[in-house]
C-alpha cells in the first residue's frame, strides 16, 4: 500500500475540522492503513473508521487502549489525544493526586515560535501577565454577548434570553475585571460571576436548584453535563494552543497550581458561552450522555469555537508589540 505523506493529513486546517471523538471500551488501531476503533459485541469485533485527517481531538476514557501504528497516524495527522476518566471525567492516581487530563501532542512537526516568543515576554512580567488575563476574560465577555445574543438559534433547545440584562450584567463584569489588581481578584470576580450565570440559566430553562459540584461528584444531569462539555472544550484549547506553539504550562490565570494550565485559560474562553447552557438544556430535555456530547460539538462547530480559540490566543499574543 502506498505510504501516505503526513502534509497531505494536514490539508483541513484545525480550525475548520469537524470530529472530535470521546471513546470508551474500545481499542484504537490501524487496520488496512486506516485508525479505527474496535468494540466487541458477543463474539464478534466491530471496527468503526476516524477519519483522522478531519479530527481536532481525541479523548479516550475507561477502558481504551491505543497502539503505537495508530498514535503514530494520528501524530501525522495532527490529532490531540487526550487520556481521561469515565464520561471525560478526570483520572485519579494515588501518587500525584487528581490529574484532569494527560495530553499527548503531536512531536512530529515543526511549530512557529513567533507566538510563543511573544507570549513567553508577556509571562515573564508579572504586571503584563495580568494585562494579558483581563484581555483574556474580555474575550471571554465577548464571547458570551456573541452566542447568547443572536438572533439565529445558536443552542440544541430552547435558550431565549433577555438581552438589555443580559448587556447589564455583562458591562458591570467588564468593569470589575478591568479595575482587578490581582490575579488573584480576577479569580474572586470571575467566581462570583460564573456562579451567577449558573443560576441565570438554571432559571431560563426551568431547572431545580443547582449547585456547582466538580471533578465528577456532581449526580445531577446539568452537573455531569458540565463536566462531559467541559473536557470537550479541554480538548479544543489542548489543540488551539498546540497548533500556536504554546506550551500548556505558559498560562495566564491557571498557573500557579496547574502544570497545564493555558489549556484551561483557552477552554474558558468558549466554556461559559457555549458548554453553559447546552448542560441545562440537555438536561431539561433528559439528553443521553451521546447526546448531549453531539450537541456540544454541534455547537461548537456552528460558533467556529475553535477559530475563536486560536483568534484570541493570538490577539493576546500581539500586546507585547505593543507594551513598553
Known amino acids: 500500500m502506498k505510504n501516505i505523506i503526513s502534509s497531505d493529513l494536514k490539508t483541513i486546517l484545525h480550525s475548520k475540522r469537524a470530529n472530535i471523538y470521546y471513546l470508551e471500551y474500545c481499542r484504537v488501531l490501524v487496520n488496512g492503513g486506516r485508525v479505527e ?9 466491530l471496527y468503526w473508521n476516524i477519519p483522522i485527517a478531519n479530527t481536532t481531538t481525541i479523548l479516550l476514557g475507561n477502558g481504551t487502549s491505543v497502539t503505537q501504528a495508530a498514535m503514530r497516524e494520528l501524530s501525522k495527522a495532527g490529532v490531540m489525544v487526550g487520556f481521561c476518566g469515565g464520561g471525560g471525567t ?10 484532569d487530563v494527560q495530553w499527548f501532542s503531536p512531536q512530529s512537526e515543526y511549530r512557529p515560535t513567533e507566538y510563543l516568543q511573544c507570549w513567553f515576554q508577556l509571562w515573564l512580567s508579572e504586571e503584563k501577565r495580568l494585562i494579558a ?15 447568547w445574543t443572536n438572533k439565529k438559534r445558536t ?34 470576580i470571575e467566581a462570583r460571576f460564573t456562579k451567577h450565570l449558573y443560576k441565570m440559566v438554571s432559571l431560563i430553562v426551568n431547572y431545580n436548584s ?34 500556536l506553539g504554546l506550551p500548556h504550562g505558559l498560562s495566564m490565570l491557571h498557573g ?29 430535555q433528559g439528553h443521553s450522555d451521546q447526546e448531549f456530547r453531539v450537541s456540544c460539538i454541534r455547537n461548537f ?12 490566543l493570538k490577539d493576546i499574543a500581539k500586546i507585547q508589540e505593543v507594551l513598553p
Not at 37 to 45: A, C, I, K, L, N
Not at 212 to 239: F, H, I, M, S
Open 37 to 45: 476503533y474496535v468494540t466487541d459485541e458477543g463474539s464478534q469485533s
Open 90 to 99: 478526570p483520572l485519579y492516581n494515588s501518587t500525584e493526586g487528581d490529574v
Open 133 to 147: 488575563a483581563k484581555k483574556l476574560v474580555e474575550l471571554r465577555i465577548d464571547f458570551i454577548k456573541k452566542t
Open 155 to 188: 443552542f440544541d433547545g430552547d435558550f431565549c434570553f433577555e438581552t438589555p440584562t443580559l448587556l447589564v450584567e455583562l458591562d458591570q463584569y467588564r468593569l470589575d475585571i478591568k479595575a482587578a489588581k490581582t490575579i488573584m481578584e480576577i479569580f474572586s
Open 210 to 243: 443547582f449547585k456547582r459540584v466538580k471533578q465528577g461528584e456532581g449526580k445531577d444531569p446539568a452537573n455531569k453535563n458540565l463536566d462531559y462539555g467541559n473536557y470537550l472544550a479541554y480538548g479544543l484549547g489542548a489543540t488551539a494552543t498546540w497548533v
Open 256 to 284: 500557579k497550581t496547574r502544570r497545564g494550565g493555558l489549556v484551561f485559560d483557552a477552554a474558558d474562553l468558549v466554556k461559559d458561552a457555549l458548554v453553559l447552557p447546552q448542560a441545562f438544556i440537555s438536561a431539561v
Open 301 to 312: 462547530l456552528n460558533n467556529e469555537a475553535l477559530d475563536y480559540m486560536i483568534d484570541s
